[in-house]
T-cell receptor, first 115, second 112 residues
Framework: DAGVIQSPRHEVTEMGQEVTLRCKPISGHDYLFWYRQTMMRGLELLIYFNNNVPIDDSGMPEDRFSAKMPNASFSTLKIQPSEPRDSAVYFC?????????????FGSGTRLTVV | SQQGEEDPQALSIQEGENATMNCSYKTSINNLQWYRQNSGRGLVHLILIRSNEREKHSGRLRVTLDTSKKSSSLLITASRAADTASYFCATARSNSGYALNFGKGTSLLVTP
């Protein structure tokens, strides 16, 4: 398995533009998570899905952020409009389940810079 | 909000020495996990310890859990330069569903 695949790896965009981040989880994993990492705030959970259904989106900062999981093999995180304070590394992770003993598998992340 | 907090924030040791990192958390947990993150990469799962376990080993890693003190430690024995990374503890809270909460990590530098 190629692991969790995120694209793009880097994104530089101007303030006000729409940004879409993509994630392909590991096949068979029931859970998908979106995290954001900054130096100041560390790793923050944005939203997670179980069997493609959003379970907890309380970490989504504002209405500018939205996430979808149309099927078991694909998820998107969209920011519209983007702002400089959204600059961060965004990680997608997937998991079989908390009792599996395997934890979460993270993608390599998307480094977003909003100028 | 962060559940776990690692200590120290940064640690510098020489190859061959042992590295100990600590994690404290606030609420009851189902399990606690440790992850490693190399610079510019995603996090990698290292080890999971359940709330009814006190110690667990995996290769050169040893994890302890003290639920009475709400703390855990990660020991890396005979460290190598390749162990240079940030290490995070993560907790699965017992009453809040599934998602892990991560601390801010300990940055470990192992010099040859």
């Amino acid at each position: 398995d190629a692991g969790v695949i995120q694209s793009p790896r880097h994104e530089v965009t101007e303030m006000g533009q729409e940004v879409t981040l993509r994630c392909k989880p590991i096949s068979g994993h029931d859970y998908l998570f979106w995290y954001r990492q900054t130096m100041m705030r560390g790793l923050e959970l944005l939203i997670y899905f179980n069997n493609n259904v959003p379970i907890d989106d309380s970490g989504m900062p504002e209405d500018r952020f939205s996430a979808k999981m149309p099927n078991a093999s694909f998820s998107t995180l969209k920011i519209q409009p983007s702002e400089p304070r959204d600059s961060a590394v965004y990680f997608c992770a997937s998991s079989l389940g908390i009792d599996s003993g395997y934890g979460y598998t993270f993608g390599s992340g998307t480094r977003l810079t909003v100028v | 909000s962060q559940q776990g907090e690692e200590d120290p924030q940064a640690l510098s040791i020489q190859e061959g020495e042992n590295a100990t990192m600590n994690c404290s958390y606030k609420t009851s947990i189902n399990n606690l996990q440790w992850y490693r993150q190399n610079s510019g990469r995603g996090l990698v799962h290292l080890i999971l310890i359940r709330s009814n376990e006190r110690e667990k080993h995996s290769g050169r890693l040893r994890v302890t859990l003290d639920t009475s003190k709400k703390s855990s430690s990660l020991l890396i024995t005979a460290s190598r330069a390749a162990d240079t990374a940030s290490y995070f503890c993560a907790t699965a809270r017992s009453n809040s569903g599934y998602a892990l909460n991560f601390g801010k990590g300990t940055s470990l530098l192992v010099t040859p």
